[in-house]
């Protein structure tokens, strides 16, 4: 599907947002355990997110780690974002040592072998990261989550590679450069998300990076529609996502990444292009009848024209989703979201 947006400028813009999910290619079944490897772009990253485990959990299920070494040996991106849920918290009977300690096991599972093969990430909070839900008297709910959070992210290791460029808020709202793809990340780990927040990336998007970059991404882990059973109700989207996307349709937005939905659906809602994650173990969609199903996406991109390509697998074999079993549109809660490829075929460069 290709689709016409103005820049800041006025001038048109011209974007192929393509979802390649099933190719008839030798890369799109995995034989004898090998991971497949789609057609490289020119800039590839890997999204990857809600892969916590039960509350307060210091070990992953065993998806997580067989997509790390794939991100490392075999896909070898350029960037991985990291949509959220990447530790266990949100419950208040854990103790105060349980929070570094989910974030240690993070860092051994996840990020380290990461930096070691030298791949920058990014990463934006989830509601059992960080949530931001706050009590009547204003202070949050899971203080104790954030406190966590913010330290181990404060550790300049654990930014190995990436070029930050606004972390005033970090690691809950900051900006940075993935070569040429500008990334900024927003606190929607709970459905607020406010009036400060929304200044601080209309700013980060009017930098000289964001400008300047062949791509902008916003990454936030609730996403501006539900399309999953369960999560299909208020509290589980942004509230005003409207007028978040509008703010991101302004400034030239290519890609809003969402997680926390635990479906995958790659879609454009009213002119914007979203990419719900899935994550390990799943829901359902709101419409059809295919199964929940695990997910961790190779997006590559190419530069002339821009060129979104999906390739989307099952961690547990690493099949390819199969785009024709995915609904051609989804009446979410919220809004109706329309697939980014009607079709699933391979109109991409060297497919």
């Known amino acids: 599907m290709t689709c016409t947006r103005p820049t800041r400028s006025g001038t048109a813009r011209i974007v192929v947002l393509l979802c390649v999910l099933a190719c008839v290619a030798p890369w799109s079944v995995a034989r004898d355990g ?36 794939a991100i490392t040996d075999v896909w070898r991106p350029d960037g991985v974002l990291l949509p959220g849920d990447l530790v266990a918290g949100q419950d208040r009977s854990l103790p105060d040592e349980r929070f570094p300690a989910m974030w240690e096991a993070f860092d051994a599972v996840v ?23 706050r009590g009547a008297d204003g202070s949050f709910a899971f203080a104790r989550e954030r406190d966590a ?60 990076a964001a400008l300047e970059a062949s791509a902008r991404i916003v990454m936030g ?51 914007l292009e979203v990419l719900f994650s899935g994550g390990v173990g799943g829901r359902r969609l709101r419409v059809g009848d295919a199964p929940a199903r695990s997910a961790v996406t190779v997006v ?3 530069l002339e024209p821009l060129t979104l390509r999906y390739t989307t697998f099952d961690p547990a074999g690493f099949t390819a989703y199969d785009a024709a079993a995915l609904p051609p549109r989804i009446d979410a809660f919220g809004g109706i979201v329309e697939r980014s490829a009607r079709d699933g075929s391979c109109a991409a460069p060297d497919c």
């Open 300 to 302: 590559d991109v190419w």
């Open 111 to 133: 990020a380290a072998p990461l930096r070691e093969a030298g791949i920058p990430y990014v990463a934006t909070m989830g509601n059992h990261d960080a949530s931001n839900l």
């Open 221 to 271: 882990h609730l996403p501006l529609v539900g399309i999953a059973i369960g999560r299909d109700r208020q509290g589980e989207v942004v509230w005003e996502a409207a007028s978040l996307r509008d703010l991101m349709l302004a400034h030239g937005v290519d890609l809003y990444v969402s997680g926390h939905q635990a479906a995958y659906y790659p879609g454009r809602w009213e002119g």
């Open 149 to 208: 959070a913010a330290a181990y992210w404060a550790r300049p290791e654990h930014r190995t590679g990436l070029d930050v460029v606004a972390d005033d808020g970090a690691p809950f709202t900051f900006a940075a450069r993935l070569g040429l793809l500008f990334v900024a990340a927003i606190d929607a780990s709970g459905p607020v998300v406010d009036a400060d927040q929304r200044a601080a990336l209309s700013a980060a998007l009017g930098t000289d």
């Open 34 to 69: 090998a991971v497949p490897d789609p057609p490289r772009g020119d800039v590839r990253i890997v999204v990857f997110g809600d892969f916590n485990g039960p509350y307060g959990s210091v070990t992953y299920p065993a998806p997580v780690a067989r997509v790390v070494v």
